[in-house]
Protein backbone atom coordinates (compact mmCIF):
# COMPACT_ATOMS: atom_id res chain seq x y z
CA UNK A 1 0.00 0.00 0.00
CA UNK A 2 1.15 3.31 -1.18
CA UNK A 3 1.99 6.07 1.94
CA UNK A 4 -0.37 8.68 1.93
CA UNK A 5 1.41 12.34 1.12
CA UNK A 6 0.07 15.41 1.70
CA UNK A 7 0.30 18.04 -0.75
CA UNK A 8 2.36 20.76 0.22
CA UNK A 9 0.22 23.92 -1.04
CA UNK A 10 2.71 27.00 0.47
CA UNK A 11 4.16 27.86 -2.33
CA UNK A 12 0.85 27.79 -4.69
CA UNK A 13 0.45 31.17 -7.02
CA UNK A 14 -2.49 33.30 -6.76
CA UNK A 15 -4.84 31.61 -8.64
CA UNK A 16 -6.07 34.84 -11.12
CA UNK A 17 -6.33 35.22 -14.97
CA UNK A 18 -3.17 36.34 -16.75
CA UNK A 19 -2.69 40.38 -16.75
CA UNK A 20 0.20 41.50 -19.12
CA UNK A 21 0.52 45.23 -19.74
CA UNK A 22 -0.14 46.66 -23.11
CA UNK A 23 3.36 47.96 -23.82
CA UNK A 24 4.77 49.45 -27.28
CA UNK A 25 7.82 47.68 -27.87
CA UNK A 26 10.63 50.05 -29.57
CA UNK A 27 13.42 47.89 -27.85
CA UNK A 28 16.09 46.08 -29.83
CA UNK A 29 13.07 42.88 -29.61
CA UNK A 30 10.88 41.77 -29.25
CA UNK A 31 8.62 44.12 -31.15
CA UNK A 32 4.80 44.15 -31.36
CA UNK A 33 3.59 41.30 -33.33
CA UNK A 34 0.81 42.12 -36.25
CA UNK A 35 -2.56 41.02 -34.79
CA UNK A 36 -2.97 38.44 -37.53
CA UNK A 37 0.19 36.93 -36.21
CA UNK A 38 -1.11 36.70 -33.31
CA UNK A 39 -4.60 35.41 -34.09
CA UNK A 40 -2.55 32.69 -36.39
CA UNK A 41 -1.15 31.62 -33.03
CA UNK A 42 -4.47 30.79 -31.22
CA UNK A 43 -5.42 28.64 -34.25
CA UNK A 44 -5.92 24.73 -32.86
CA UNK A 45 -2.99 22.59 -32.32
CA UNK A 46 -2.39 19.85 -34.71
CA UNK A 47 -0.11 16.80 -34.96
CA UNK A 48 3.88 17.73 -35.72
CA UNK A 49 3.55 15.03 -38.36
CA UNK A 50 0.15 15.75 -39.60
CA UNK A 51 0.25 16.54 -43.39
CA UNK A 52 -1.77 19.94 -42.63
CA UNK A 53 1.67 21.15 -40.52
CA UNK A 54 3.85 19.36 -43.02
CA UNK A 55 2.41 21.60 -45.70
CA UNK A 56 3.00 24.59 -43.43
CA UNK A 57 6.39 23.89 -43.18
CA UNK A 58 6.94 23.71 -46.47
CA UNK A 59 5.08 27.18 -47.15
CA UNK A 60 8.09 28.53 -44.27
CA UNK A 61 10.38 27.14 -46.33
CA UNK A 62 9.62 28.79 -49.49
CA UNK A 63 8.65 31.85 -47.70
CA UNK A 64 11.93 32.11 -46.44
CA UNK A 65 13.85 31.71 -49.09
CA UNK A 66 11.73 35.18 -50.80
CA UNK A 67 12.52 37.40 -47.72
CA UNK A 68 16.30 35.79 -48.07
CA UNK A 69 16.54 36.07 -51.67
CA UNK A 70 17.96 32.43 -51.81
CA UNK A 71 17.33 29.25 -53.59
CA UNK A 72 18.76 27.43 -50.98
CA UNK A 73 17.14 23.72 -50.50
CA UNK A 74 18.52 23.48 -46.91
CA UNK A 75 16.48 26.35 -46.17
CA UNK A 76 14.50 25.76 -42.29
CA UNK A 77 13.38 27.44 -39.33
CA UNK A 78 15.33 26.07 -35.83
CA UNK A 79 12.78 25.16 -32.86
CA UNK A 80 14.35 27.91 -30.67
CA UNK A 81 15.38 31.52 -30.53
CA UNK A 82 17.71 33.87 -32.84
CA UNK A 83 20.75 32.55 -30.36
CA UNK A 84 19.66 28.93 -31.44
CA UNK A 85 20.24 29.24 -34.58
CA UNK A 86 23.01 31.39 -34.26
CA UNK A 87 24.54 28.35 -32.70
CA UNK A 88 23.49 26.21 -35.36
CA UNK A 89 25.49 27.42 -37.98
CA UNK A 90 28.97 26.92 -35.84
CA UNK A 91 27.74 23.48 -34.66
CA UNK A 92 27.09 22.47 -38.37
CA UNK A 93 29.89 24.40 -40.03
CA UNK A 94 32.74 24.12 -37.54
CA UNK A 95 35.32 20.98 -36.97
CA UNK A 96 37.50 20.90 -33.86
CA UNK A 97 40.92 22.65 -35.12
CA UNK A 98 38.95 24.79 -37.54
CA UNK A 99 40.02 28.38 -38.06
CA UNK A 100 37.60 30.36 -37.60
CA UNK A 101 37.84 34.37 -37.91
CA UNK A 102 34.88 36.64 -36.46
CA UNK A 103 34.80 40.09 -36.99
CA UNK A 104 34.13 41.36 -33.77
CA UNK A 105 32.27 45.23 -33.65
CA UNK A 106 29.79 44.67 -31.09
CA UNK A 107 28.23 42.50 -28.51
CA UNK A 108 27.03 39.64 -31.23
CA UNK A 109 30.37 39.39 -33.06
CA UNK A 110 31.87 38.79 -29.42
CA UNK A 111 29.08 35.97 -28.74
CA UNK A 112 30.11 34.35 -31.95
CA UNK A 113 33.59 34.18 -30.42
CA UNK A 114 32.19 32.36 -27.88
CA UNK A 115 30.64 29.81 -29.29
CA UNK A 116 32.97 29.01 -31.86
CA UNK A 117 35.55 28.35 -29.07
CA UNK A 118 32.89 25.75 -27.30
CA UNK A 119 33.05 23.90 -30.40
CA UNK A 120 36.99 23.46 -30.54
CA UNK A 121 37.43 26.26 -33.32
CA UNK A 122 40.60 27.90 -33.58
CA UNK A 123 39.30 31.09 -33.21
CA UNK A 124 40.30 34.31 -34.62
CA UNK A 125 38.86 38.10 -34.84
CA UNK A 126 39.00 41.07 -36.57
CA UNK A 127 38.72 43.80 -33.90
CA UNK A 128 36.51 46.91 -35.00
CA UNK A 129 35.46 50.33 -32.67
CA UNK A 130 31.71 49.88 -31.61
CA UNK A 131 29.23 51.15 -34.14
CA UNK A 132 31.76 50.70 -36.64
CA UNK A 133 31.96 48.70 -40.22
CA UNK A 134 34.94 46.56 -42.02
CA UNK A 135 36.24 47.71 -45.26
CA UNK A 136 36.83 45.12 -48.03
CA UNK A 137 40.04 45.95 -48.01
CA UNK A 138 40.42 45.41 -43.80
CA UNK A 139 38.60 41.85 -44.44
CA UNK A 140 40.82 40.91 -47.02
CA UNK A 141 43.72 41.50 -45.05
CA UNK A 142 42.37 39.31 -42.34
CA UNK A 143 41.67 36.53 -44.70
CA UNK A 144 44.76 36.47 -46.64
CA UNK A 145 46.62 36.06 -42.92
CA UNK A 146 44.96 33.79 -41.38
CA UNK A 147 43.15 31.70 -43.76
CA UNK A 148 39.92 30.67 -42.36
CA UNK A 149 37.56 27.96 -42.94
CA UNK A 150 35.22 29.82 -41.62
CA UNK A 151 34.61 34.34 -42.00
CA UNK A 152 31.66 35.29 -39.95
CA UNK A 153 30.02 38.52 -39.64
CA UNK A 154 27.59 40.31 -38.31
CA UNK A 155 25.28 42.21 -41.15
CA UNK A 156 23.27 43.94 -38.35
CA UNK A 157 25.09 44.30 -34.76
CA UNK A 158 21.93 44.64 -32.64
CA UNK A 159 24.25 46.29 -30.30
CA UNK A 160 25.66 49.23 -31.61
CA UNK A 161 22.56 49.57 -35.11
CA UNK A 162 25.26 49.16 -37.66
CA UNK A 163 25.22 47.74 -41.32
CA UNK A 164 27.86 45.63 -42.53
CA UNK A 165 28.33 45.89 -46.29
CA UNK A 166 28.51 42.66 -47.43
CA UNK A 167 29.41 43.20 -51.29
CA UNK A 168 32.38 41.31 -52.30
CA UNK A 169 32.90 40.00 -49.47
CA UNK A 170 32.16 36.24 -51.10
CA UNK A 171 34.65 36.71 -54.09
CA UNK A 172 37.20 37.41 -51.37
CA UNK A 173 35.94 33.91 -49.42
CA UNK A 174 35.82 32.06 -52.64
CA UNK A 175 39.63 33.12 -53.28
CA UNK A 176 40.68 30.90 -49.95
CA UNK A 177 37.95 28.59 -49.69
CA UNK A 178 36.35 29.63 -46.92
CA UNK A 179 32.36 29.89 -46.34
CA UNK A 180 30.68 33.03 -45.16
CA UNK A 181 29.12 32.95 -42.10
CA UNK A 182 26.25 35.60 -41.67
CA UNK A 183 24.02 37.42 -38.61
CA UNK A 184 21.03 38.60 -40.12
CA UNK A 185 18.70 38.48 -36.84
CA UNK A 186 18.00 42.51 -37.06
CA UNK A 187 17.79 42.64 -40.68
CA UNK A 188 15.74 40.14 -42.32
CA UNK A 189 12.84 41.34 -43.14
CA UNK A 190 13.49 45.06 -42.59
CA UNK A 191 16.87 45.56 -44.78
CA UNK A 192 17.93 44.81 -47.75
CA UNK A 193 19.33 41.49 -48.05
CA UNK A 194 20.31 39.12 -51.05
CA UNK A 195 22.03 35.80 -49.72
CA UNK A 196 22.70 34.38 -53.51
CA UNK A 197 23.44 37.63 -55.12
CA UNK A 198 26.00 38.08 -52.41
CA UNK A 199 27.26 34.10 -51.63
CA UNK A 200 26.79 33.85 -48.35
CA UNK A 201 27.20 30.10 -47.33
CA UNK A 202 25.71 29.87 -44.15
CA UNK A 203 22.66 32.56 -42.24
CA UNK A 204 20.56 32.72 -39.35
CA UNK A 205 18.06 35.10 -37.72
CA UNK A 206 15.21 35.48 -35.45
CA UNK A 207 11.27 35.31 -35.50
CA UNK A 208 10.95 38.23 -33.34
CA UNK A 209 12.22 41.65 -34.99
CA UNK A 210 12.12 42.30 -38.48
CA UNK A 211 9.48 39.51 -39.22
CA UNK A 212 7.16 40.72 -36.35
CA UNK A 213 6.39 37.33 -34.75
CA UNK A 214 6.74 35.76 -31.57
CA UNK A 215 10.26 34.22 -30.40
CA UNK A 216 10.86 30.72 -30.59
CA UNK A 217 11.08 29.84 -34.63
CA UNK A 218 14.24 31.18 -35.98
CA UNK A 219 15.07 31.12 -40.02
CA UNK A 220 18.53 28.98 -40.49
CA UNK A 221 19.53 28.37 -44.13
CA UNK A 222 22.52 26.94 -45.70
CA UNK A 223 24.03 26.70 -49.40
CA UNK A 224 25.18 23.69 -51.33
CA UNK A 225 29.12 24.27 -49.97
CA UNK A 226 27.66 24.45 -46.71
CA UNK A 227 25.90 21.03 -46.70
CA UNK A 228 28.83 19.66 -48.75
CA UNK A 229 31.05 20.12 -45.42
CA UNK A 230 28.47 18.56 -43.01
CA UNK A 231 28.46 15.97 -45.09
CA UNK A 232 32.33 14.99 -45.28
CA UNK A 233 32.51 15.49 -41.19
CA UNK A 234 34.58 12.65 -40.09
CA UNK A 235 32.72 12.80 -36.80
CA UNK A 236 29.36 14.04 -35.43
CA UNK A 237 27.67 17.11 -35.16
CA UNK A 238 28.39 17.86 -31.54
CA UNK A 239 25.05 19.17 -30.81
CA UNK A 240 21.92 16.58 -31.16
CA UNK A 241 19.08 18.87 -31.22
CA UNK A 242 20.43 21.46 -33.50
CA UNK A 243 22.47 18.51 -36.00
CA UNK A 244 21.01 19.89 -39.63
CA UNK A 245 21.87 16.00 -40.68
CA UNK A 246 19.38 15.06 -38.89
CA UNK A 247 17.10 18.00 -38.73
CA UNK A 248 17.04 17.68 -42.83
CA UNK A 249 15.15 14.39 -42.85
CA UNK A 250 12.48 16.19 -40.66
CA UNK A 251 11.88 18.97 -43.42
CA UNK A 252 13.11 17.23 -46.49
CA UNK A 253 11.59 14.62 -48.33
CA UNK A 254 12.13 11.55 -45.61
CA UNK A 255 9.77 13.76 -43.06
CA UNK A 256 11.27 11.65 -40.24
CA UNK A 257 10.60 12.52 -36.34
CA UNK A 258 13.49 14.19 -34.81
CA UNK A 259 11.57 16.44 -32.06
CA UNK A 260 8.18 18.14 -31.55
CA UNK A 261 8.29 21.71 -33.19
CA UNK A 262 6.24 24.58 -31.19
CA UNK A 263 3.32 23.99 -33.29
CA UNK A 264 1.95 27.44 -32.32
CA UNK A 265 4.94 29.65 -33.01
CA UNK A 266 5.10 27.92 -36.75
CA UNK A 267 1.64 29.07 -37.51
CA UNK A 268 2.64 32.87 -36.15
CA UNK A 269 6.09 32.65 -38.34
CA UNK A 270 4.10 31.28 -41.23
CA UNK A 271 1.59 34.36 -41.36
CA UNK A 272 4.20 36.71 -40.30
CA UNK A 273 5.97 35.48 -43.49
CA UNK A 274 2.87 35.69 -45.32
CA UNK A 275 2.54 39.37 -44.64
CA UNK A 276 5.81 40.43 -45.32
CA UNK A 277 5.18 38.78 -49.04
CA UNK A 278 1.62 40.42 -49.10
CA UNK A 279 3.58 43.62 -48.95
CA UNK A 280 5.68 42.94 -51.37
CA UNK A 281 9.89 42.78 -50.28
CA UNK A 282 10.60 45.92 -51.77
CA UNK A 283 7.98 47.92 -50.06
CA UNK A 284 8.66 46.40 -46.75
CA UNK A 285 12.63 47.75 -47.15
CA UNK A 286 11.13 50.46 -48.37
CA UNK A 287 8.50 51.60 -45.24
CA UNK A 288 11.61 50.32 -43.08
CA UNK A 289 13.85 53.00 -44.28
CA UNK A 290 10.97 55.87 -44.62
CA UNK A 291 10.05 55.39 -41.19
CA UNK A 292 13.83 55.13 -39.52
CA UNK A 293 14.62 58.54 -41.25
CA UNK A 294 11.81 60.53 -39.74
CA UNK A 295 12.93 59.25 -36.30
CA UNK A 296 16.51 60.30 -37.34
CA UNK A 297 14.82 63.63 -38.04
CA UNK A 298 12.70 64.15 -34.67
CA UNK A 299 15.29 62.64 -32.46
CA UNK A 300 17.80 65.44 -33.98
CA UNK A 301 15.13 67.79 -33.49
CA UNK A 302 14.82 67.18 -29.66
CA UNK A 303 18.73 67.83 -29.47
CA UNK A 304 19.60 64.13 -30.05
CA UNK A 305 22.53 62.54 -32.07
CA UNK A 306 22.89 59.23 -32.95
CA UNK A 307 25.92 56.80 -32.39
CA UNK A 308 26.11 55.26 -36.34
CA UNK A 309 27.26 57.04 -39.24
CA UNK A 310 24.23 57.61 -41.21
CA UNK A 311 25.49 55.58 -44.56
CA UNK A 312 25.81 52.38 -42.53
CA UNK A 313 22.84 52.84 -39.74
CA UNK A 314 20.28 50.12 -39.73
CA UNK A 315 16.57 50.73 -40.46
CA UNK A 316 15.67 48.31 -38.07
CA UNK A 317 17.44 49.76 -34.82
CA UNK A 318 18.87 52.97 -34.02
CA UNK A 319 21.58 53.80 -31.04
CA UNK A 320 20.89 57.08 -29.92
CA UNK A 321 23.62 59.14 -27.81
CA UNK A 322 22.50 59.78 -24.57
CA UNK A 323 23.18 63.15 -23.36
CA UNK A 324 26.15 64.10 -20.79
CA UNK A 325 24.07 64.39 -17.08
CA UNK A 326 21.31 62.72 -18.41
CA UNK A 327 20.42 59.45 -16.31
CA UNK A 328 19.75 57.08 -19.22
CA UNK A 329 17.89 54.08 -17.23
CA UNK A 330 15.72 56.91 -15.74
CA UNK A 331 14.65 58.25 -19.11
CA UNK A 332 14.14 54.47 -20.14
CA UNK A 333 12.03 53.66 -16.94
CA UNK A 334 10.08 56.97 -17.52
CA UNK A 335 9.21 55.79 -20.59
CA UNK A 336 8.00 52.46 -19.79
CA UNK A 337 5.96 53.67 -16.23
CA UNK A 338 4.47 56.83 -17.64
CA UNK A 339 3.92 56.15 -21.47
CA UNK A 340 4.65 52.32 -21.50
CA UNK A 341 6.78 52.81 -23.95
CA UNK A 342 9.99 50.41 -24.22
CA UNK A 343 13.32 51.30 -25.47
CA UNK A 344 16.59 49.17 -24.90
CA UNK A 345 19.66 50.35 -22.74
CA UNK A 346 23.19 49.57 -24.24
CA UNK A 347 24.90 46.66 -24.33
CA UNK A 348 28.65 46.30 -23.28
CA UNK A 349 30.73 48.74 -24.38
CA UNK A 350 28.34 50.67 -25.06
CA UNK A 351 26.32 50.67 -21.76
CA UNK A 352 24.94 54.01 -19.90
CA UNK A 353 26.03 54.96 -23.61
CA UNK A 354 23.40 54.88 -25.64
CA UNK A 355 19.38 53.95 -26.04
CA UNK A 356 18.46 51.35 -28.61
CA UNK A 357 15.16 52.19 -30.38
CA UNK A 358 13.51 49.63 -32.68
CA UNK A 359 11.58 50.06 -35.33
CA UNK A 360 11.20 46.55 -36.86
CA UNK A 361 7.90 44.37 -38.98
CA UNK A 362 4.53 45.73 -37.95
CA UNK A 363 6.41 48.20 -35.27
CA UNK A 364 7.83 50.31 -37.96
CA UNK A 365 5.12 52.52 -38.79
CA UNK A 366 5.05 56.84 -38.19
CA UNK A 367 2.70 56.97 -35.65
CA UNK A 368 4.67 54.62 -33.94
CA UNK A 369 7.81 57.31 -34.35
CA UNK A 370 5.29 60.10 -33.11
CA UNK A 371 4.06 58.17 -30.18
CA UNK A 372 7.40 58.05 -28.90
CA UNK A 373 8.92 61.66 -29.79
CA UNK A 374 6.21 62.83 -27.85
CA UNK A 375 6.92 60.81 -25.21
CA UNK A 376 10.54 61.58 -25.11
CA UNK A 377 10.08 65.29 -25.16
CA UNK A 378 7.98 64.91 -21.80
CA UNK A 379 10.53 62.94 -19.79
CA UNK A 380 14.01 64.36 -21.52
CA UNK A 381 15.28 67.22 -19.55
CA UNK A 382 15.22 70.68 -20.86
Known amino acids: MMPTISINDSHRLPLKPLEIPLRLLLGPGPSNA ?8 NTPLIGHLDPAFLELMDEIQSLLRYVWQTENYHTIAVSGTGSAAMEATIANATVPGDV ?10 NRLVDIAGRYGADVRTIPKPWGQVFSLDELRTAVEKHRPAILALVHAETSTGARQPLEGVAELCREFGTLLLVDTVTSLGGVPIFLDAWGVDLAYSCSQKGLGCSPGASPFTMSSRAVEKLQQRSTKVTNWYLDMSLLRKYWGKERTYHHTAPISLYYGLREALRLVAEEGLANCWER ?20 VEKEYRLPTLTTVRIPTGVDGKAI ?3 LLNEHNIE ?4 L ?4 GQVWRVGLMGFNSRRENVDQLLSALQQVLPK
Open 343 to 346: IGGG
Open 348 to 351: GQLA
Open 34 to 41: HPAVLQAM
Open 332 to 334: AQR
Open 100 to 109: VLIGVAGYFG
Open 288 to 307: HQKNAEYLWEGLEDLGLSMH
